[in-house]
């Protein structure tokens, strides 16, 4: 209560003299902390903040000091209420708040997201460095407040655009599962001429795709397991023992796999070859190399 009375006073000086204004935001600590019954509450001082930083930059603008001091009324009443409301128990504290939340105008309402939050941060901040770049010439808080809102909105536009990048690049065909595509009387040999084929259409994440399958195929072909449709990439790894001599090639072929396929990392040429190359350790022969525009 003291705190508050003594910005009212204050404020009654900065009425007569606007210069004080200056003098006066520059003390004025960013929040009030209220202690209560074991219980703290944060009461901002953003408002009174840009209020007297208007009567300091553009008192022809700002709002009256009455207005202000109406406001810190306001505050103080709700303190006072609050002192009041403590002689109530929890319980009927709790029924009371729960009939009235259950009036009409209350229906819908709801506390800050985590992306009204973000938002709020991102403002204050800007708001800070709008505030060390123009503080010291004159630029008025309207001015600012438009800044922050610009930045703030060029920013969300710049990361829904790149959401929606990122969204495109993995859209893919419901193919994408690693057993989906392929049943087993299809042999490696024809999985490796269709990813020729992709390789030399370009579509050199498609070839990545088919060439995997030709290394699971093979594996099969030797005698190493059985392909399963249910079963998934990372599974066919573990069935290969660490010792195994094919389990190094196996697994690098794997790990192209999975950054093309389902990390959405940009293939080329160069990762097909480096993938033909395990496969031949596997014992893949190819009959010819992928034609592309670089040959």
């Given at each position: 209560?003291?705190?508050?009375?003594?910005?009212?006073?204050?404020?009654?000086?900065?009425?007569?003299?606007?210069?004080e204004?200056?003098?006066?935001?520059?003390?004025?600590?960013?929040?009030?902390?209220?202690?209560?019954?074991?219980?703290?509450?944060?009461?901002?001082?953003?408002?009174?903040?840009?209020?007297l930083?208007?009567?300091?930059?553009?008192?022809?603008?700002?709002?009256?000091?009455?207005?202000?001091?109406?406001?810190?009324?306001?505050?103080?009443?709700?303190?006072?209420?609050?002192?009041?409301?403590?002689?109530?128990?929890?319980?009927?504290?709790?029924?009371?708040?729960?009939?009235?939340?259950?009036?009409?105008?209350?229906?819908?309402?709801?506390?800050?997201?985590?992306?009204?939050?973000?938002?709020?941060r991102?403002?204050?901040?800007?708001?800070?460095?709008?505030?060390?770049?123009?503080?010291?010439?004159?630029?008025?808080?309207?001015?600012?407040?438009?800044?922050?809102?610009?930045?703030?909105a060029?920013?969300?536009?710049?990361?829904?655009?790149?959401?929606?990048?990122?969204?495109?690049?993995?859209?893919?065909?419901?193919?994408?599962?690693?057993?989906?595509?392929?049943?087993?009387?299809?042999?490696?040999?024809?999985?490796?001429?269709?990813?020729?084929?992709?390789?030399?259409?370009?579509?050199?994440?498609?070839?990545?795709?088919?060439?995997?399958?030709?290394?699971?195929?093979?594996?099969?072909?030797?005698g190493?397991?059985?392909?399963?449709?249910?079963?998934?990439?990372?599974?066919?790894?573990?069935?290969?023992?660490?010792?195994?001599?094919?389990?190094?090639?196996?697994?690098?072929?794997?790990?192209?796999?999975?950054?093309?396929?389902?990390?959405?990392?940009?293939?080329?040429?160069?990762d097909?070859?480096?993938?033909?190359?395990?496969?031949?350790?596997?014992?893949?022969?190819f009959p010819?190399?992928?034609?592309?525009?670089?040959?």
């Amino acid at each position: 209560m003291a705190e508050l009375d003594r910005w009212g006073d204050a404020l009654m000086r900065a009425k007569r003299n606007p210069a004080e204004a200056g003098a006066l935001r520059k003390q004025l600590p960013a929040h009030w902390r209220v202690d209560f019954e074991g219980e703290q509450f944060i009461v901002p001082t953003t408002w009174l903040h840009a209020a007297l930083e208007t009567i300091a930059t553009n008192p022809q603008s700002a709002p009256s000091c009455e207005v202000i001091q109406k406001r810190l009324r306001a505050v103080r009443a709700e303190a006072l209420r609050l002192r009041e409301v403590s002689t109530t128990s929890p319980t009927a504290a709790r029924s009371k708040l729960d009939r009235i939340l259950k009036h009409k105008e209350f229906r819908g309402v709801r506390g800050p997201t985590w992306w009204d939050t973000l938002i709020e941060r991102v403002a204050l901040w800007l708001s800070d460095v709008l505030e060390r770049l123009f503080g010291t010439i004159g630029v008025s808080a309207q001015t600012k407040r438009r800044l922050v809102w610009v930045f703030v909105a060029l920013s969300g536009l710049m990361l829904a655009v790149w959401m929606i990048r990122r969204l495109l690049r993995r859209q893919t065909p419901l193919k994408l599962g690693p057993v989906l595509g392929h049943p087993a009387t299809r042999g490696w040999q024809e999985r490796t001429r269709e990813a020729l084929a992709a390789a030399g259409r370009g579509n050199f994440r498609d070839a990545i795709r088919l060439a995997y399958w030709a290394g699971v195929y093979r594996l099969e072909e030797i005698g190493l397991w059985k392909t399963d449709r249910t079963r998934t990439h990372r599974e066919y790894l573990g069935l290969l023992p660490s010792s195994h001599p094919q389990r190094d090639a196996f697994a690098e072929i794997t790990r192209r796999f999975e950054l093309v396929w389902y990390a959405g990392r940009d293939s080329s040429l160069t990762d097909f070859e480096a993938l033909l190359r395990n496969l031949e350790k596997l014992g893949c022969v190819f009959p010819s190399k992928p034609e592309t525009a670089r040959s």
